[in-house]
């Protein structure tokens, strides 16, 4: 990765709880939680992440758990151990053996 790309990046780590709105013009890490909206290019919640709020990038990768409104753009993955749950809307869907997906679904 760049440093351009760093720069414009956020990492919310382990043990970590953010309230508020965050807005990445890059790549948005969450291993901690994060209770709020979040928008980004690209997401990345791991295992350890829990998003609240309205969460809208062009992809999400789901190792940890999203609640309430999820937008992406192109793809959403969730991993064999990624929980989302609430309204969500995707491009295209891939769910692992083990995701969970719970709450109303619509294609773009």
């Given at each position: 990765?760049?440093?351009?790309?760093?720069?414009?990046?956020?990492?919310?780590?382990?043990?970590?709880?953010?309230?508020?709105?965050?807005?990445?013009p890059?790549?948005?890490?969450?291993?901690?939680?994060?209770?709020?909206?979040?928008?980004?290019?690209?997401?990345?919640?791991?295992?350890?992440?829990?998003?609240?709020?309205?969460?809208?990038?062009?992809?999400?990768d789901?190792?940890g758990?999203m609640?309430?409104t999820?937008?992406?753009?192109?793809?959403?993955?969730?991993?064999?151990?990624?929980?989302?749950?609430?309204?969500?809307?995707?491009?295209?869907?891939?769910?692992?053996?083990?995701?969970?997906?719970?709450?109303?679904?619509?294609?773009?």
């Amino acid at each position: 990765m760049s440093d351009l790309a760093k720069d414009k990046s956020i990492f919310i780590g382990n043990g970590v709880v953010f309230s508020g709105s965050i807005k990445a013009p890059n790549q948005a890490i969450i291993s901690g939680t994060v209770d709020g909206d979040l928008e980004a290019k690209d997401v990345v919640v791991g295992a350890s992440g829990v998003v609240t709020g309205t969460t809208t990038a062009d992809s999400i990768d789901v190792k940890g758990q999203m609640n309430e409104t999820i937008v992406s753009r192109d793809v959403l993955i969730v991993r064999g151990t990624g929980s989302v749950k609430g309204d969500v809307t995707y491009g295209e869907i891939e769910i692992e053996r083990g995701g969970e997906v719970k709450g109303d679904m619509n294609q773009r």
